[in-house]
């Protein structure tokens, strides 16, 4: 019997089939036979106490165009065997409100993947804070001084970052010597107002920013992106290149240590960045990697997620009927 999925996720017309890892969920998704329906962030609503959503069916494939809407439908959430959030970052309030309709959904007997209560504790940079043993070291203030002292005990450069933003956006490499430094802590923490984390430089970025892919926990598949020689970061969007990448035995130390953290949590399917040895940030709302790691290694990871998704199903309780 196919299974009713309901993708949340921008746009999917703004979405790059070779690139997207959520078009691939779709795609193994669809050949199994399940029907998928779309829908975006604002479509999601509460009526009589139910979690609902405006979607419409949709069919995807490698052409040109790569989907197909058909009609418009409202329903609780609860009719949908998985429903998959998908929205990428920013994690605004939007974001967050949609979570709280989310664990609605998942208390009637929809899996949600990821969780929507992980969704809400996880903030992909401070996430990481849970796991001192593995991360460089790190600060969180928004006291320009105290940035100052951290950056002269690390000798005189780190990495900032901002909390809230995703994609690189905001990432700077400070060293002491820069006469931009006031002014670039100035503006990162609107002149001390605003949270920031700062990190040790990690001269290993040289050699690329790995993504891990997790799903349970578990190692799945692995990427470096190495950035281009003008740049301190290895991000897609900004230039990085996917390079082939093994599964070490400190990845799989540093997964083994937020494992058991990531299957409380409910975060199914998690991408870590991790440079050299140590881990930087997880990313749990819609980590991308898949379609880079599977050209690399002629592999097709989503298979293994979606086994997991059917087999999560299967031994879920089902308060609801389905769609009809």
Known sequence: MPYRFLFIMDPIERVLPDKDTTFVFMLESQARGH??????????FVADGEARARFRRVTVGRGDPHYQLFEERTEPLHRFEAVFMRKDPPVDLPYIFATYLLSLAAATGTFVFNDPHG????????YALNFPAVIPPTVVTCEIPRLKAFMGELGGEMIIKPLDACGGAGVFHLQHKDRNLNALLEMATDNGRRLIMGQRYLAEIRRGDKRLILLNGEPLGA?????REDEHRGNIHVGGTCVQAEITPRDRFIAGALAPRLRQDG?????????GDYLTEVNVTSPTGV?????????RLERAVIDFVEDRIRRRPRTNPGLV
């Not at 990427?223 to 950035?227: F, Q």
């Not at 379609?291 to 592999?299: C, F, K, P, R, T």
């Open 35 to 44: 029907v998928l329906y779309h829908c975006n962030l604002a479509d999601l």
């Open 119 to 126: 969704l809400r504790e996880a903030n992909e940079k401070l």
């Open 223 to 227: 990427t470096l992106r190495v950035p």
């Open 267 to 275: 975060l199914f399917f998690v991408g870590l960045d991790i440079i």
């Open 291 to 299: 379609q880079e790691i599977n050209a690399l290694n002629g592999v």
